[in-house]
């Protein structure tokens, strides 16, 4: 016997696929995940910082240079230094990354819902599972019963 699929539901807000992301047409694929790893990369940048440059303004050894003589950029010992003017053109491919990630995270369904919403789904989700839950019991139950008599 064909099971039918019950017919979509007519609320406004977005009905939610569980099948294999890779079969659902759909849905927008996710971005890529390293797309969003710019940790790494900021914090190589900020560890190339040279801190022993002296202050433009005073001419003596900068503030960071006399906080940082237990570094992080330690680690770092075998990268070109970074003068602090430099900065501006060498963070540009983070930043161009990270407009990249706010572009893509823009695309995904539902952006623009608020949370209050997306909790009103849930409860309602949660409410026909619920519901649903309880019919496929009763069906269960009346299964058993009419095993009962029929084998009985």
Do not use: C, W
Not at 22 to 33: E, F, G, Q, V, Y
Not at 66 to 83: E, K, P, R, T
Not at 93 to 117: F, I, N
């Amino acid at each position: 016997m064909a099971l039918s699929q019950p017919a979509a539901s007519s609320a406004s807000h977005t009905q939610t696929n569980v099948s294999d992301p890779s079969t659902d047409s759909t849905h927008p694929p996710l971005p890529a995940p390293q797309l969003f790893d710019i940790l790494p990369a900021l914090h190589e940048i900020l560890a190339r910082i040279d801190h022993r440059s002296t202050d433009p303004i005073t001419g003596s050894p900068s503030l960071t240079d006399s906080l940082s003589s237990g570094s992080i950029g330690a680690a770092y010992n075998n990268i070109q230094s970074l003068d602090p003017k430099d900065l501006p053109t060498a963070i540009l491919p983070l930043k161009t990354m990270m407009r990249k990630g706010l572009r893509e995270v823009e695309k995904l369904p539902d952006m623009e819902r608020s949370v209050q919403e997306q909790e009103e789904e849930i409860h309602e989700l949660e409410e026909r599972i619920r519901k649903q839950e309880l019919v496929v019991r009763g069906l269960g139950e009346r299964a058993r019963e009419m095993q009962g008599r029929m084998g009985g």
